[in-house]
């Protein structure tokens, strides 16, 4: 079956090719229990804020929450639920 949208035609066939999608996980959320939590320094303003960021997409994806805060010279990211 031939598409046309626009300037474009595609062929729509009926193989699939899906990969299944890869989870690498730069920080350890996937493996922390509610009461857990590491310690970090940020290199960067940017990069305490890349660890606050993922630390809230990894908790929407997985129904989890997580909180970042001050810890001495560092920060401290800890599951909270």
Do not use: W
């Amino acid at each position: 079956m031939k598409v046309e949208t626009g300037a474009s035609t595609y062929k729509v066939e009926n193989k699939a090719v899906i990969r299944p999608r890869m989870e690498t996980n730069k920080y350890p959320f996937d493996k922390m229990k509610v009461g857990q939590s590491f310690y970090f320094e940020p290199a960067s303003v940017n990069h305490l804020m890349k660890i606050r960021g993922a630390a809230a997409h990894f908790g929407n994806r997985h129904g989890m929450k997580f909180s970042v805060v001050r810890d001495g010279e560092g920060f401290r990211c800890g599951r909270i639920k």
